[in-house]
């Protein structure tokens, strides 16, 4: 029979976790945020260390960055390693506790949630969601994004989760533009 | 500032650790599965080590025992530690792949996956899902499953995925209403 595992552990990659101990350590200006989410996605693509996608966690009010995260599903060889996943999950680790709701934190993200990430910001308590690219951006260039409420925006606020989309969208797209005309992997399990 | 967590680890309690290694390597008869699923969550309950779920893959034609998975949520410290996040990168851990679409495997888990799970089980590229307890009983006691499509199970269907439902359920139920009995925690963060 196959070995049972017991444990699986998501890394960054080795770029990230080099550059993570440079990283500022608050970004005040809100709109400078999702710049910096977008360079981690493009660095993603040009390192082909994942897929064209990037997240963070903020403090809303300061700035106080929390925790990075890059979509690392190859490299991993986990299919959850999505960065809104990897960057929730090293906010939990950093912060020790798995209710992110007891601070005012946001999560900013480079493309809108697929069906796992939408389920990962709700147990992970975050109260708000900044938005690159939508939905229909990823999925034009391949990616299945799930099964997802047409709602969820609307679910999202009726538990205190505010969103905000189309923040910086066009330079957001570019980057999934970039992975596409690099020849980035469209890893698809359903498909 | 908070020092930037570059990894994250999950790993299945002490007693399913030690259990794992004496698990049957296979369980021919398909009745059988959802039995075995529901002792872990029940152990997983009296042993206090998570919430009254577990899960497991299996190979659907043999019965082979691919992976285990229990909920750990508060004893990892992640709130992505469900019982079928977890069967699920274990099973992907053991068999070397993100896709487990390419081999004839079914989860099953004993209560119906919540928005993450449903995202978890889409990239997965599982095949089939058997599932005991129904969204509902879930909710009863006091969990908030999360914004999922209505009509989330055609949406399987339509991309090759099948679920099969109320299978043991009452069984599965009553470890719900053991978890409630034992006054288990209901952490929910977005409530």
Known sequence: MTELATSFEVALPAWLRTSARSSPSRIAERARRMAFVLALAERNVREQSGGPFAAAVFERDTGELVSVG?????????SL???E???????????GTFELGDRDLELVT???PCVLCLGA????????LVIGARDEDVRAIGFDEGPKPA???AEFAR???????????EDACRVL???????????????
């Open 85 to 95: 996943v990897v960057a929730l999950a090293l906010a939990e680790r950093s912060l």
């Open 121 to 128: 910001v709700h147990w992970s308590g975050v109260r708000a």
């Open 81 to 83: 390693a999505h960065a």
């Open 151 to 153: 709602d969820w925006i």
């Open 110 to 112: 480079s493309a809108e």
């Open 159 to 169: 538990r205190g989760v505010h969103v905000e989309r189309d923040v910086e969208r």
């Open 70 to 78: 890059v979509n690392v599903v190859v490299a991993s060889g986990q």
């Open 177 to 191: 533009a970039l992975y596409v005309d690099l020849g980035g992997p469209l890893y698809n399990a359903t498909a």
